[in-house]
T-cell receptor, first 114, second 113 residues
Framework: AQKVTQAQTEISVVEKEDVTLDCVYETRDTTYYLFWYKQPPSGELVFLIRRNSFDEQNEISGRYSWNFQKSTSSFNFTITASQVVDSAVYFCALRSYNTDKLIFGTGTRLQVFP | DAGVIQSPRHEVTEMGQEVTLRCKPISGHNSLFWYRQTMMRGLELLIYFNNNVPIDDSGMPEDRFSAKMPNASFSTLKIQPSEPRDSAVYFC???????????FGDGTRLSIL
């Protein structure tokens, strides 16, 4: 069975702090894809990143970085120097190679205070 | 480029009424997905289509729910009759290929009184 666990329900930080959102996944597949989505207070779901299971290189995009470790089945997301605009719910998701079906975690609500 | 377009953005109706939610996927995308988001259950996949054909409808909660995709640029999700427990945000998403990300519409916030 496939499963995504985001153990942190809610995180609060003060602006400029670094914050890491955890994502642990379960799958028996050797080929799969991992995603992060952001849901700001306005409600839309915004795609942030896709990673395939054969690419364990960490990725950095501005203040955002992702750490993919197959050995621990984790795909963590770090925001450096957080800003108030980063306040949102962040979802991690998993998709097997042979299906279009996305399995979402329950999300982590990040609140960044000024 | 236009993203996924959903209508209406908000719908408030009385129990027992028929509700139709509409979705226009991104042009060229061949997979379309309907999700429901609630506080209790999070994001749930209801049904998805590939090349206009329903592939997996195991998430559709009851026979009161039905979805169609008559062509590559339009899909509907219908609830008949609606019940208060159907109140949720319904998202439509589309993707180009199986390994490509899904892009979501802004959602329809549905309230059944």
């Amino acid at each position: 069975a496939q499963k995504v666990t985001q153990a942190q329900t809610e995180i609060s930080v003060v602006e400029k702090e670094d914050v890491t959102l955890d994502c642990v996944y379960e799958t028996r597949d050797t080929t799969y894809y991992l995603f992060w989505y952001k849901q700001p207070p306005s409600g839309e779901l915004v795609f942030l990143i896709r990673r395939n299971s054969f690419d364990e290189q960490n990725e950095i995009s501005g203040r955002y970085s992702w750490n993919f470790q197959k050995s621990t089945s984790s795909f963590n997301f770090t925001i450096t120097a957080s800003q108030v605009v980063d306040s949102a719910v962040y979802f991690c998701a998993l998709r097997s190679y042979n299906t279009d079906k996305l399995i979402f975690g329950t999300g982590t609500r990040l609140q960044v205070f000024p | 480029d236009a993203g996924v377009i959903q209508s209406p953005r908000h719908e408030v109706t009385e129990m027992g009424q028929e509700v139709t939610l509409r979705c226009k996927p991104i042009s060229g995308h061949n997979s379309l997905f309907w999700y429901r988001q609630t506080m209790m259950r999070g994001l749930e996949l209801l049904i998805y289509f590939n090349n206009n054909v329903p592939i997996d409808d195991s998430g559709m909660p009851e026979d009161r729910f039905s979805a169609k995709m008559p062509n590559a640029s339009f899909s509907t999700l219908k609830i008949q009759p609606s019940e208060p427990r159907d109140s949720a945000v319904y998202f439509c998403a589309s993707s180009l290929e199986y390994d490509q990300p899904q892009h979501f519409g802004d959602g329809t916030r549905l309230s059944i009184l």
